[in-house]
Structures are given as C-alpha cells and as structure tokens.
Nanobody
Framework: QVQLVESGGGLVQAGGSLRLSCKAS????????MGWFRQAPGKERQFVAR????????YYANSVKGRFTISRDNAKNTVYLQMNNLKPEDTAVYYC?????????????WGQGTQVTVSS
C-alpha cells in the first residue's frame, strides 16, 4: 500500500530555514507528480510546490517562489521541500501528496502532515 510520511517540521524564527522530507513507499513513483500543500488554522488547503518525478520539472506558488525549493532523491524515494527565509504566514501543517501523471493534478495519496510554526 502507498505510504507518504512527512518529517522535518518544527518551530523556527522568522528568517530561518527548515527542510521537510516526504518518504514515499508502496509503489514506483516514476509516473507520478509529487506535491507539497499546506493548511493554516481556519484556512483552506493551499498548493505550495510540485515536482514531476521522472524529469524533475518543478512549479511553485507565487507566495513561496524564490524562497522554497522542491527536489527529489530517486535512490531514497524521497521528496524534499527546502524552505528559506521563512515568514510567520508560512505557519501551517504541510502535507505531501502524489498524483499519477495520467490523472493530471488529482492527488490520490496524502501524508499525515507535519507542523511548521514560524515565530515573529
């Protein structure tokens, strides 16, 4: 069965950095698009970034462009989100998700989330 397990969240001061990890297991993900999303209290879930596993192409939300970097390690079946220059408005639960390329942007699998808190 497919599992996505996030880690790396925590408490950091504004301007600091964190690296989130998403360990994927249960199938081959070469035909998948991997995404990071976030949800702050009382707000809707928001797209953050995505990467196509096969060719490494990436796409970012405007709010994180230039500060966050998504990458993947094929050997470790892991997707990363490097977050730099963090702001209090980045505070949220961050989720990793996987979408089959054939389904477009319909994310079928989700992790349990990891909390990121940025203090001012």
């Amino acid at each position: 069965q497919v599992q996505l397990v996030e880690s790396g969240g925590g408490l950091v001061q504004a301007g600091g950095s964190l690296r989130l990890s998403c360990k994927a297991s249960g199938r081959t993900f070469s035909g998948y698009r991997m995404g990071w999303f976030r949800q702050a209290p009382g707000k809707e879930r928001q797209f953050v970034a995505r990467i196509t596993w096969s060719d490494g192409s990436t796409y970012y939300a405007n709010s994180v462009k230039g500060r966050f970097t998504i990458s993947r390690d094929n050997a470790k079946n892991t997707v990363y989100l490097q977050m730099n220059n963090l702001k209090p408005e980045d505070t949220a639960v961050y989720y990793c998700a996987a979408a089959p390329l054939a389904s477009g942007y319909s994310y079928d699998y989700w992790g349990q989330g990891t909390q990121v808190t940025v203090s001012s």
